[in-house]
């Protein structure tokens, strides 16, 4: 018997939660998805991953949180993650780094191994070990501990997440991307993986990543440093669904595109 994995994208800032609040159990029942994965290194204010939000995204339903070069951005969780079990950080990460990058969960019978990995480019203040010689590795280490194999791939360019997928085709059952929170078009099952090179973003469409675009185009205009600030408008949760085969082989991967109403809290004075 076939399962779903609903892969959702970054969730961004206040209203990307509140999206989650308001829309995720209406939308996994729609589906009928079996566990839910999200990229939540930027649902506290655009950047990084709160202690708080990572509790509050769990309670909603998410059953298992990735991270990519943010997930340390906010310092409560580098004593949280040890004793976190429902957040990976990268495990491409050097060896010291606190927490783990991939867990091995069961859903429907089948262990399933989620593995959390960061691109070779586009981060250049972070050393982490080659994608593709690493996915080499930890595929080997896990080998007799997972019937199938989810990789979450969180990189910068579009040809390096479509270069790992290509890679692993027949070894694991998805590579979906994250980093730059649009949803892209090219969705596929290449030999018995599912792919996307990235799968969006829960939060706000009207808006610049997420953010309010005002403030975007400053700073490009003026090149002075400034906060970005969230935006609110026309709320959706993006992702993408993945079937999976008894025997690991992708069968459908659909792309989730829900509206979800959502209103900005009252600002206090």
């Excluded at 029942?29 to 566990?35: I, L, M, S």
């Excluded at 586009?122 to 996915?135: M, Q």
Aim: hydrophobic residues 40%; proline residues 3%.
């Amino acid at each position: 018997m076939s399962f779903k994995v609903l892969f959702l994208g970054e969730v961004v800032g206040r209203a990307g939660i509140l999206a989650v609040k308001n829309g995720l159990k209406a939308l996994k029942d729609k589906v009928g998805a079996d566990f839910v994965i999200a990229n939540t290194e930027g649902a506290t204010n655009g950047f990084g991953l709160g202690k708080a939000h990572s509790m509050q995204l769990s309670h909603l339903g998410i059953n298992l949180q990735t991270g990519g070069e943010k997930i340390f951005y906010k310092l409560d969780m580098v004593d949280f993650f040890p004793k976190c079990s429902y957040v990976l950080r990268p495990a491409n990460f050097p060896p010291k780094t606190p927490g783990k990058g991939y867990k091995i969960v069961e859903i429907n019978g089948k262990r399933v191994a989620i593995i959390n990995i960061l691109g070779a480019s586009g981060f250049s203040r972070i050393c982490v070990v080659n994608p593709l010689n690493f996915a080499d590795m930890i595929l080997s280490k896990l080998s007799a501990e997972a019937d199938i194999f989810l990789i979450q791939f969180h990189c910068a360019t579009t040809a390096e997440s479509a270069t790992l997928a290509h890679y692993l085709k027949d070894r694991v059952s998805a590579v979906i991307s994250t980093h730059s929170k649009v949803l892209t078009s090219d969705s596929k099952i290449i030999g018995k993986c599912a792919f996307i090179s990235d799968n969006g973003r829960c939060g706000s469409t009207l808006s610049a990543g997420g953010f309010n675009p005002e403030y975007e185009i400053k700073k490009l205009m003026t090149a002075l440093p400034d906060r970005s600030h969230e935006a609110w408008e026309d709320c959706e949760l993006q992702g993408v669904l993945v079937t999976i085969s008894d025997d690991g082989n992708a069968e459908k991967i659909e792309v989730i595109k829900e509206k979800v109403a959502v209103e900005r809290p009252e600002v206090s004075k």
